[in-house]
């Protein structure tokens, strides 16, 4: 599926503009990106361990008496928690494919005048 068959060219436009503005792209990168990166990670004078994505569910398999420990339950979520990384990078990925084409100044100008 192309991004013309569930984008408008408004939308595409937009896009592109977001792309442009590196700063902007780049904050919106980090702020939809650290929950999944950062939760849990070591910081000067604290440490959560109970935050991280990854050892959350096992903290919490911990609580309960050891016969309703679910490792096939622990690996699932692990392994969903992995996708989720995956498919923002990869839709990170799908936005760098919209580039403003540039156009020599130069060029148009000749092209203009034939």
Known sequence: MKPEDYLTKFQIDKIKAFNE?????????????????QHGRMEQGEHD?????????????????REMWNFEMLGQH???????????????????KFIVEKVDKKENEENSHQ
């Open 49 to 65: 361990a109970t935050k991280n994505f990854a050892l959350t569910p096992a903290f919490n398999m911990l609580l309960q008496k």
């Open 21 to 37: 503005d590196k700063v902007l792209k780049n904050a919106i990168y980090k702020v939809l990106l650290a929950p999944l990166y």
């Open 78 to 96: 692990t392994l969903a928690s992995a996708m989720a990384i995956q498919f923002l990078e990869q839709g990170f990925g799908e936005l760098d």
